[in-house]
């Protein structure tokens, strides 16, 4: 049978992605460490129990995923065009 999921584990960190997305006006990639940081908390919380749940996290299968990818992501460099004089 399913758990209900949990309204605290991992809410803490669920509202710092939320006031930083406000603060960096919604510009995801300035709160990557908030979001490493609910997706940490959501990983530990499936180590401890891999049957809980919580509403802030991602259901194990798709956190994997998301943290797949983000390993393979290069978040922090842009293309800078530069201008030829």
Known sequence: ?????SPKVC???ACAIQ???RRSNYNERRCRAAIDALYACCQKM???DPDARAIACPQPELLKLKLEQ???EVVDAELRRTRMA
Do not use: K, V
């Open 11 to 13: 809410h803490a960190e």
């Open 1 to 5: 049978m399913a758990r209900e999921p």
């Open 46 to 48: 499936y180590e401890e």
């Open 70 to 72: 983000r390993a393979r």
């Open 19 to 21: 006031d930083c997305l």
